[in-house]
């Protein structure tokens, strides 16, 4: 919900214009889409990374819209809380090296973050969610001063009338109250785009879906809140619990969330995605726009559907469907789950496994789809967001006859032939390939990820000194590591087990 808005208070008469500028776009986004030509365009790559302001002490520091003040660039934008910020990156052609293109400029953005936050001697720091979190880092104090953060709160607030609860089980499980959606601010993610063509819109994100729990558990970097050892991908029901805005009674008559994984495989294309956002989430922040959509139509423009994007922007699936009217108008899919860091280097290599196996699996998406019911995928989701790379998912093995719990990690020695399928595919170079897929054989090799070294390297520290201090030191640690841009199988190997 990158959207700049005036107000955060609306009337009911906002909310039924709202809705039926919602029912108009809808009529103009299938007219857009029913083009022959629209869309059309070389398979692109961009992302947005999420990082924490950070200083030695491995605590936040307040300082985002200083930091975008002092420095002036047009891809820094606010996030949520004062001590987050996102960095959007360049899309770039898939063909050729991509992903050592967004591995630059990721290094970059952080680059010029750190120039611009030296005199509070901090940095930017790609993590999930920062470990050394305190309960008094939340609150309306902590979040940005902007219309929407605080429309997003007052209205996820109406409509479940009641407090924010989270519960999380881990060692030991988690419990928290709150009036405001801060929490949500914990969590720091790596989103990567990826443009399709609407004729391959459906294939694509089927394929997207399918392969996003391995890797996610293979990315996992969140394993702690607040002190608790929780989840390996934490911010998965963190940021879900945070942005539920169900009631008691909604939850109750199974009235999905607006933070899920989808409610079933995609049939037909991109339209049907939308169609689902609006017609089962309420408006949260109804900004009307007065652009005239079927009159741009009928003059063959691109409209910007300013409603649906905005709407779009408070429903949260983990693989979400863009609409953009620019450069002639296309599709995205936005995959959301994977989390910030540990490093640039990791970030590109999790976004060339992730694109080569679903561009590999794309053709294949209507054999595999009989074998694998959509409410197995979305248990594989939450089971790679628990356990990470110790998860085991259901997964399709024709030999025994169906599905079978297999190991995460043997899963992605499985889909191996077909990540290098996929980005000869894209036309990625053999030699981006070989790079990036070698960080990725490293993890499997030595079995550590972000989550895994976290909870290690905080394991050796809790035996020489309290919770609290190794926190820190693993925080301090951490920061060394990821400022080196080391990917994260080659830091201090160790056989603690965590």
Known sequence: MGQEISSHSFDQSAYTAFKKRLRENLDGLRDVLDRPDF?????????????????????????????????????????????????????????????????????????????????????????????????????????????????????????????????????????????????????????????????????????????????????????????????????????????????????????????????????????????????????????????????????????????????????WPWNRAVYDQNNGGHLRIEMRSLPSGPTPSDMAANAAFVLGAARGLQALMDEIIPSMPFSVLVNNFYQAAEKGMQAELMWITPDAGGLKKVPVMEIARQLWPHVQKGLDQLCVDKDEQTHYLSIMDERLKTGINGAVWQRREFMRLARKMNSAKALTGMVQNYMQYSAANTPVAQWNNRNDRG
Request: glycine residues 8%; hydrophobic residues 40%; contains cysteine.
């Open 39 to 315: 869309g059309k365009g070389d398979t692109s790559i961009g992302a947005e990374l999420e990082l924490y302001l950070v200083d030695k002490q491995a605590r936040p520091l307040a300082l985002n819209r200083e930091i975008i003040e002092r420095s002036g660039h047009p891809q820094l934008a606010l996030e949520l809380n004062r001590f987050n910020l996102e960095y959007n990156l360049k899309p770039v052609k898939a063909a050729g090296k991509p992903f050592s293109q967004l591995e630059g400029e990721m290094l970059d953005a952080i680059a010029l973050i750190n120039k611009h936050i030296e005199a509070e001697q901090g940095v930017a720091l790609p993590v999930g969610i920062l470990p050394t979190l305190k309960r008094s880092d939340f609150g309306l104090q902590a979040m940005t001063d902007e219309s929407r953060f605080f429309a997003l709160t007052q209205a996820l607030q109406r409509l479940r009338g009641r407090m924010f609860c989270i519960n999380i089980d881990g060692d030991p499980p988690i419990s928290l109250r709150s009036k405001d959606v801060t929490l949500e601010g914990a969590n720091s993610s790596m989103q990567i785009h990826y443009r399709v063509e609407p004729d391959q819109f459906a294939s694509m994100f089927n394929a997207l879906q399918l392969v996003t729990p391995v890797i996610l558990a293979l990315s996992a970097n969140s394993p702690f809140m607040l002190g608790h050892k929780l989840w390996h991908e934490t911010r998965i029901p963190l940021f879900r619990q945070t942005i539920d805005g169900r009631s008691h009674e909604e939850c109750s008559r199974g009235v999905p969330s607006r933070v899920d994984f989808g409610s079933g495989w995609v049939r037909e294309g991109a339209y049907e995605l939308f169609a689902e956002m609006v017609h089962l989430h309420e408006p949260i922040i109804p900004v009307v726009d007065s652009e005239n959509v079927q009159s741009i139509i009928k003059q063959g423009g691109i409209p910007s559907l300013e409603e649906l994007r905005m709407h779009s922007g408070t429903v």
